[in-house]
């Protein structure tokens, strides 16, 4: 029996998206879902992938490398696919075995793709390993994985680890980027006949270990989430498909491959992984940037140009953030604010003629976004490259205002939603469709459920088979009724569309029994100028209270504009000025909420939180207990003040 799959474009090659199903529960959205775009994989792997590209479209840019001088070198598909070859048949060449696993300690540079397809031509599953983890969390992934091999990009790295290879009997090898050990290992592979690649390829079937990716953890040591290549093709596929403005040409006049994106987000995180196989799948031009330093960034971005980007709230917020700074130290915040309003607006009303609730932007309102354009909209699109016209956003909620600023602004927001579990994405806004403020609706193939106790559960096929278990057969089974429990809270809205809410292990229980959320009054201080991050608390305790530290740059700009001198953030913990604005900041928030649920109490700590330290996961999430550990003395003089007032009262 055939089955028939909805596409996305219709026979004119219109855009048409295919509606979720919800089904209610008492009259409440309980779960939802989306057909898959796109058959699943019966055959084949990722490793299929550069060859695949080279023998349809030898001559296509599928990736761009920067060279020593700083320049970009395009990479054809046939070029790339003879250096996966290479790579992979030198691999062979140092004994490794189909099945082995190859772990990868490097920022986001093109020899991680490479790496990645090369491993798996070669029958091989990686592990990633952040460059900024410390020595023992390295030694844990590779002893808990049983690498085989160790790729670095730095012989620092590799020096770092040195002490603890007597520790690992299983690592036999050790490679590093810098010393161009790769285009070694490429020549020692050269008698290996091309036939070998061949027969490993074959073996590799879409329920094949492609990968063991270690969540980075809020708290405890990191489970090892074992992907598949199906888990892979059955993501990618149906995100191509469905976000057709991005990774598809928008007219005939327009080819695909002028698509292109700059990775610059980890590429030992699930987000930018999936994005970079994605890129190779469509054959969409992918570069990398290894530094995320401004002045570093800002040059990639400028030299590439790309046509979308990968980001975190956090970097958008602070986009945002430093042009409007900029535009106070030029003398021009009044009309910036004035823009950022009109942008809003803008975003606002084309979410509602998309949803059908409104006529759109009225003519007012476009020739005032027209005459804001060149003034400060150009401007933070030229920051980005100038070609930019799509983010696709994830690992938190943006918010509201901020994806209908950028929207207005001329660069449409995907927020999505997902895990490392879920191979990335599990929901994304649906192109034509937005919900400002909402992670949208499943990706295709994709069923979301709300459980009894607000619980998002997730069943799909990029749904990861289990965590790593060395001592039980390989892996430990994820969910036995086949379906994931994420741990994240969420709600329904009747299309469909999904909202975060917080983190099942994060939710607060006061003294007097409230259950409040974090996550929303979090999210929403995070994004004031001043402030970098905010913890808030008041687990167990009469009230509501936050940590919060100061944004270097804002508070930079905050002395400048001002007419103080420059000091060092720890100096400005107690400033009574400082305190009033951020006061102003926190009442603000606390609109959001309940009283019961609003911050009587805040403090400001004297450094920021930083993952170096502890205190943030390399997706910048907060590590909730080391912070509540290392910053128990401030914590403790939040509530110091009503205890000592019920003692005096006894």
């Not at 010393?179 to 020549?187: D, G």
């Not at 001043?530 to 530290?549: E, H, K, N």
């Amino acid at each position: 029996m055939s089955v028939s799959y909805p596409s996305a474009y219709d026979y004119d090659g219109v855009p048409r998206l295919v509606e979720p199903e919800v089904r209610k529960l008492d009259g409440e959205v309980r779960e939802v879902s989306v057909p898959p775009l796109v058959p699943p994989a019966t055959h084949g792997s990722l490793a299929d992938l550069p060859f695949d590209n080279a023998e349809a479209a030898p001559r296509d840019r599928v990736l761009s490398r920067r060279t020593a001088d700083g320049r970009w070198t395009d990479v054809t598909a046939a070029e790339f696919a003879r250096q996966v070859l290479g790579l992979a048949k030198g691999l062979i060449n140092e004994g490794l075995k189909p099945g082995d696993r190859i772990a990868v300690m490097a920022r986001t540079v093109y020899e991680w793709t490479l790496l990645d397809f090369a491993a798996w031509a070669a029958g091989l599953v990686t592990v990633p390993i952040y460059p900024t983890s410390s020595v023992f969390q390295a030694r844990w992934i590779l002893q808990d994985s049983g690498a085989v091999a160790l790729v670095t990009e730095t012989a620092g790295q590799a020096a770092a680890l040195g002490p603890e290879l007597s520790r690992l009997p299983d690592l036999r090898h050790l490679w590093v980027v810098d010393k161009r050990h790769l285009e070694r290992l490429a020549e020692l592979g050269q008698h290996v006949p091309d036939q070998e690649v061949a027969v490993r390829r074959g073996m590799l079937v879409p329920d094949t270990l492609a990968t063991v990716i270690y969540t980075s953890g809020t708290t405890g040591r990191p489970k090892g989430c074992v992907l598949t290549h199906g888990n892979f093709l059955t993501e990618v596929d149906n995100a191509i498909e469905l976000l057709y403005p991005v990774f598809k040409s928008k007219s005939k006049s327009k080819s695909a491959e002028d698509a292109a994106t700059l990775l610059f987000l980890p590429m030992s995180h699930v987000f930018g992984r999936m994005v970079a196989i994605a890129c190779v799948r469509a054959r969409v031009r992918l570069g990398h940037a290894p530094s995320m330093a401004a002045e570093d960034l800002l040059a990639d971005l400028a030299a590439f140009r790309p046509t979308f980007l990968l980001a975190i709230p956090y970097m958008l917020e602070k986009v945002y953030n430093n042009a409007r700074a900029r535009a106070e130290s030029g003398g021009r915040v009044t009309a910036f604010d004035r823009a950022a309003n009109v942008a809003v607006r803008h975003g606002e009303a084309t979410e509602a003629r998309h949803a059908g609730t409104g006529p759109g932007p009225g003519t007012a309102l476009k020739a005032a976004r027209a005459f804001y354009d060149p003034l400060v909209y150009r401007r933070i699109r030229n920051a980005m490259g100038g070609r930019v016209r799509h983010i696709i956003c994830g690992g938190s909620p943006l918010g509201r205002r901020l994806a209908a600023f950028y929207a207005g602004a001329g660069m449409e927001i995907y927020e999505g939603y997902g895990l490392t579990e879920s191979t990335g994405a599990a929901t994304v806004t649906p192109p034509l469709k937005p919900r400002l403020g909402t992670v949208g609706w499943p990706l295709p193939g994709t069923k979301v459920r709300i459980a009894a106790d607000g619980e998002i559960l997730l069943s799909g096929g990029q749904v990861f088979r289990g965590y790593w278990d060395p001592h039980g057969g390989g892996v430990a089974p994820a969910s036995a009724d086949g379906w994931f429990a994420t741990g994240d809270l969420g709600r329904l809205d009747d299309d469909g569309y999904l909202t975060i809410t917080g983190r099942k292990k994060e939710i607060l229980i006061t003294a007097g029994g409230k259950n409040m959320a974090p996550a929303p009054l979090e999210n929403w201080l995070r994004q004031h100028p001043l402030i970098s991050q905010c913890m808030v608390l008041g687990d167990g305790r009469p009230y509501i209270s936050a940590l919060v530290t100061l944004d270097q740059d804002g508070i930079g700009h905050w002395c400048r504009m001002n007419g103080r001198p420059a000091v060092p953030v720890e100096r400005l913990v107690d400033d009574e000025a400082l305190r009033a604005v951020l006061q102003r900041a926190v009442d603000e928030a606390n609109k959001l909420v309940s009283r019961p649920e609003s911050i009587r109490r805040f403090a400001v700590l004297p450094r920021d939180l930083t993952e170096r330290e502890g205190h943030l996961t390399p997706s910048m999430k907060l590590r909730r207990e080391a912070i509540m550990r290392d910053f128990a003395a401030e914590v403790e003089a939040l509530y110091a003040q009503v205890r000592g007032s019920r003692t005096a009262g006894r």
